[in-house]
């Protein structure tokens, strides 16, 4: 392993699964994350700054003028281009990812074959930092060409070890795959970047007495902050965000409205509007929501809206609700305390490390706890917090850590 150096020379973020992801509808936490550092590097202004993507026929390697169109195409602001030939005789003219690598392939600085991303980096003299922050791209292959050349830096930031810790919850083959990748990050990294204390002492529980290790260091998420919003704000007005999945247990929301209906009269009963796109293993609970008998009246399904209509269900939420089973970090009880709207959360470590007393915790799938708490929330005997005392997550203070674990060896192993 070798030791963090103070000249990290110029960065090469690696941008593989922002491109896979344009045209595929609103970006997940990850991809925001990997555009935010595209964005901040961009910014910054230094010529030498690189990011490398895989296609579909190798990598590309992109300067500044590419990392702003791609940065565009990410953010809608830009229309991909017509797909290549090649691309349009295999029948695939109409897919994004090919249309998006045929935009940017037009204006990389260096391109090269799946097998030949060493020689790539042979072609650049003097330091080089490497930075993947997608969980995607970690292969041997591409690791190795980074840890193995002289004077480079591997840095790659890890969001979460869900499907290790929670196989429950993910494809039948994700967790094996997962753990190689996470395998692999120890052999090759010089630098591991965690988004909580909570990811860490998962990370440093996986790998157990397995060393060497790469050094590790804490970097909170910037939250993007919405579009500013005027509404009133209605306290029987509750939101339910993210992608709809397993772990993020609608099934118990479902359960609790169904136990409020019982309860409460109709014209009492608080509003529960879930905003998210359908994910895997979803079929079940999404035939329930749209057979609900009290959809349209105290349930509201939304499907994934533009990230305006979500500000303006923040700004006039009376609060946030998200039972989620497992997270890494968690954006949108963020999201909402800075919006003003209440958060009421699975009582996981990574929510009171980044929330502290701003949210109300209650225990994890019990639906006892969640009916009483929305019960004593709906009439106003629950304890608020103070949310503008709220210390919202912003990306200065991230890249200054990441900046200072890079060139100072600020990271610590296990």
């Given at each position: 392993m070798k030791?963090?150096h103070?000249?990290?020379?110029?960065?090469?973020l690696d941008v593989?699964?922002?491109?896979?992801?344009?045209?595929?509808?609103?970006l997940?936490?990850?991809?925001?994350?990997?555009?935010?550092?595209?964005?901040?590097?961009?910014?910054l202004?230094d010529?030498?700054?690189r990011?490398?993507?895989?296609?579909t026929?190798?990598?590309?390697?992109?300067?500044?003028?590419g990392?702003?169109?791609?940065?565009?195409?990410?953010?809608?602001?830009?229309?991909?281009?017509?797909?290549?030939?090649?691309?349009?005789?295999?029948?695939?003219?109409?897919?994004?990812r090919?249309r998006?690598?045929?935009?940017?392939?037009?204006?990389?600085?260096?391109?090269?074959?799946?097998?030949?991303l060493?020689?790539?980096?042979?072609?650049?003299?003097?330091?080089v930092t490497?930075?993947?922050?997608?969980?995607?791209?970690?292969?041997?292959r591409?690791?190795?060409?980074?840890?193995?050349?002289?004077?480079?830096?591997?840095?790659?930031l890890?969001?979460?070890?869900i499907?290790?810790?929670?196989?429950?919850?993910?494809?039948p083959?994700?967790?094996?795959?997962?753990?190689?990748?996470?395998?692999?990050?120890?052999r090759?990294?010089?630098?591991?970047?965690?988004?909580?204390a909570?990811?860490?002492?998962?990370?440093?529980?996986h790998?157990?007495?397995?060393?060497?290790?790469?050094?590790?260091?804490?970097?909170?998420?910037?939250?993007?902050?919405?579009?500013?919003?005027d509404?009133?704000?209605?306290?029987?007005?509750?939101?339910?965000?993210?992608?709809?999945?397993?772990?993020?247990?609608?099934?118990?929301m479902?359960?609790?409205w169904?136990?409020l209906?019982?309860?409460?009269?109709?014209t009492d009963?608080?509003?529960?509007?879930i905003?998210?796109?359908?994910?895997?293993?979803?079929?079940?609970?999404?035939?329930?929501?749209?057979t609900?008998?009290l959809?349209?009246?105290?349930?509201?399904?939304?499907?994934?809206?533009?990230?305006?209509?979500?500000?303006?269900?923040?700004?006039?939420?009376?609060?946030?609700?998200?039972?989620?089973?497992?997270e890494?970090?968690?954006?949108?009880?963020?999201?909402?305390?800075?919006?003003?709207?209440?958060?009421?959360c699975?009582?996981l470590?990574v929510?009171?490390?980044?929330l502290?007393d701003?949210?109300?915790?209650?225990?994890?799938?019990?639906?006892?706890?969640w009916?009483?708490?929305?019960?004593?929330?709906?009439?106003?005997?629950?304890?608020?917090?103070d949310?503008?005392?709220?210390?919202?997550?912003?990306?200065?203070?991230?890249?200054?850590?990441?900046?200072?674990?890079?060139?100072?060896?600020?990271?610590?192993?296990?």
């Amino acid at each position: 392993m070798k030791p963090l150096h103070d000249d990290v020379g110029p960065i090469w973020l690696d941008v593989t699964r922002l491109v896979s992801r344009i045209g595929l509808g609103p970006l997940t936490g990850i991809d925001r994350v990997e555009l935010a550092y595209l964005n901040h590097l961009s910014n910054l202004g230094d010529p030498d700054t690189r990011f490398v993507t895989r296609t579909t026929r190798g990598f590309l390697l992109l300067d500044h003028v590419g990392g702003r169109i791609l940065a565009d195409l990410a953010r809608r602001e830009r229309e991909p281009g017509r797909a290549d030939a090649m691309s349009r005789l295999a029948g695939r003219g109409a897919r994004p990812r090919h249309r998006v690598e045929a935009t940017l392939r037009s204006v990389a600085v260096g391109r090269c074959t799946k097998w030949g991303l060493h020689g790539l980096l042979t072609r650049s003299k003097g330091p080089v930092t490497y930075i993947n922050t997608g969980h995607s791209n970690l292969s041997d292959r591409v690791l190795a060409a980074f840890s193995s050349r002289p004077l480079t830096q591997v840095a790659v930031l890890v969001h979460d070890l869900i499907p290790i810790t929670h196989p429950q919850f993910v494809v039948p083959d994700q967790p094996a795959i997962f753990a190689g990748r996470i395998d692999r990050v120890r052999r090759h990294a010089d630098l591991v970047i965690c988004n909580s204390a909570a990811t860490k002492a998962g990370l440093v529980a996986h790998w157990g007495g397995n060393g060497p290790y790469p050094a590790l260091a804490v970097a909170h998420l910037g939250v993007d902050l919405l579009p500013k919003a005027d509404a009133e704000r209605d306290r029987g007005h509750i939101v339910m965000l993210g992608t709809i999945e397993p772990r993020k247990n609608h099934a118990l929301m479902l359960d609790v409205w169904e136990a409020l209906a019982r309860e409460i009269p109709a014209t009492d009963l608080p509003q529960l509007h879930i905003i998210g796109r359908p994910g895997w293993r979803m079929d079940d609970i999404m035939a329930r929501v749209r057979t609900h008998p009290l959809l349209g009246h105290a349930l509201h399904y939304h499907g994934p809206l533009p990230d305006a209509e979500v500000a303006s269900h923040l700004a006039r939420a009376g609060a946030l609700v998200f039972p989620s089973l497992a997270e890494g970090y968690g954006y949108p009880p963020l999201e909402a305390a800075h919006a003003g709207a209440l958060p009421i959360c699975s009582d996981l470590p990574v929510f009171r490390e980044t929330l502290g007393d701003c949210a109300v915790y209650v225990k994890n799938a019990d639906l006892y706890s969640w009916l009483e708490t929305i019960k004593k929330y709906v009439v106003g005997n629950v304890e608020a917090p103070d949310l503008a005392r709220f210390n919202v997550p912003n990306w200065a203070d991230h890249f200054s850590q990441v900046g200072k674990a890079l060139t100072h060896d600020q990271g610590e192993g296990p």
